[in-house]
């Protein structure tokens, strides 16, 4: 879809952030709407017609997660992307278990932020996962070395790599070999790209 053809919906607790997120995607030629809570913006949800929701995950009314939750469950489809501060990799991961179409964590780029909603406004024009993709991923998957896979797991858990390193018996530098590693084979560029394909090929934590 073209720009002007859908709406960004803003929900931050935070009034700054909000407001300069709201001016940084309008100097871009977004149609922007914000919304101060989780609660307000899941009262006008069911009037939202092509849009897409920006949403922070730690909130004090409702999180995140609990809003994509009840958006779901009241059917009211709305393609979502969480902001998550460092170290909420798990919750996170709950939001795209959810239904989150993509996590971004702070402090972003705004070139991040932006291909991250035009990546959720394609969902608009009903289009689905490509199998294409998802084969591909799937191939990059099977590529793995079996520690690898224990590595990539644990990452996708959100565990650190001291943790990581503990639990497997192995050194903190060995993991950040085995994370660079999947992270080349898995031709991801960041975290939350490298959680997405997981997640999406079924690889995410229990």
Same mark, same amino acid.
């Given at each position: 879809m073209?720009t ?9 607790d ?8 709201a001016f940084?995607l &309008?100097?871009n030629g977004f149609a922007?709407r914000m919304h101060e &809570?989780?609660?307000?913006f899941?009262?006008?949800a069911?009037?939202v %017609?092509n849009g897409?929701?920006v949403?922070?995950? %730690?909130?004090?009314d409702? &999180?995140?997660?609990e809003? #994509?939750?009840?958006l779901?469950t009241s059917r009211?489809? #709305?393609?979502s992307?969480?902001?998550?501060g460092?170290? @909420?990799?798990?919750m996170a991961?709950? =939001?795209m *278990? $959810?239904?989150?179409? @993509?996590?971004i964590?702070?402090?972003?780029? @705004?070139t991040?932020?932006?291909e991250?909603i035009? %990546?959720?406004?394609?969902l608009l024009?009903?289009? &689905?996962?490509?199998t294409d993709?998802? $084969?591909?991923?799937q191939?990059r998957?099977d590529s793995l070395?079996d520690?690898?896979?224990?590595v990539l797991?644990a ?8 943790? #990581? =390193?503990?639990?497997? @018996?192995?050194s ?6 085995h994370?660079a590693n999947?992270?080349? *084979?898995?031709?991801a560029?960041?975290l ?7 997640i ?6 229990n």
């Amino acid at each position: 879809m073209q720009t002007g053809d859908y709406t960004i919906h803003i929900v931050d607790d935070e009034e700054p952030v909000r407001k300069s997120l709201a001016f940084m995607l &309008t100097m871009n030629g977004f149609a922007v709407r914000m919304h101060e &809570t989780a609660s307000s913006f899941l009262q006008f949800a069911p009037s939202v %017609r092509n849009g897409v929701l920006v949403t922070d995950l %730690r909130m004090p009314d409702m &999180t995140g997660v609990e809003l #994509i939750r009840k958006l779901t469950t009241s059917r009211t489809g #709305i393609p979502s992307i969480v902001i998550t501060g460092h170290g @909420d990799v798990p919750m996170a991961v709950e =939001a795209m *278990k $959810a239904g989150a179409v @993509d996590f971004i964590e702070k402090p972003f780029g @705004d070139t991040v932020i932006i291909e991250a909603i035009q %990546r959720a406004a394609e969902l608009l024009s009903d289009k &689905t996962l490509d199998t294409d993709d998802l $084969a591909e991923v799937q191939t990059r998957l099977d590529s793995l070395s079996d520690r690898e896979r224990q590595v990539l797991a644990a990452v996708v858990a959100g565990l650190p790599n001291k943790s #990581i =390193a503990y639990d497997l @018996d192995i050194s903190p530098r060995t993991v950040e070999v085995h994370r660079a590693n999947v992270m080349a *084979k898995m031709k991801a560029k960041s975290l939350p790209q490298l959680v997405r394909m997981a997640i999406a090929a079924g690889f995410g934590p229990n």
